[in-house]
C-alpha cells in the first residue's frame, strides 16, 4: 500500500460506528488532503479519457430496434 493509502486507512472510521452529529470526530490536515488530490488527479483523467473513448466508439451506432 502506497504512503498516502496508509496514511489515510489510519485515519479512516468504521462505517459502522459512525454516527451523525456536530461535534467533529476527526481532521484531515490541508496537507494530506492537497496530497491525496494530487495522488488521484491522474486516476481521474485516466477514467475521463477511457470514458470519452467508449462514447466516441459507440457514437452513431443504434440499439434496441426490433426487425
Known sequence: ???MAAKMKKRAIKA???TRSATVVKR???C???ELN???EPIIRQNE???IAS???VAGSTFGWKL
Do not use: C, H, L, Q
Open 38 to 40: 494530487r495522488t488521484m
Open 16 to 18: 459502522t460506528s459512525a
Open 28 to 30: 484531515v490536515p490541508r
Open 55 to 57: 462514447e466516441e466508439s
Open 32 to 34: 494530506d488532503v492537497v
Open 49 to 51: 479519457r477511457e470514458r
Open 1 to 3: 500500500m502506497g504512503g
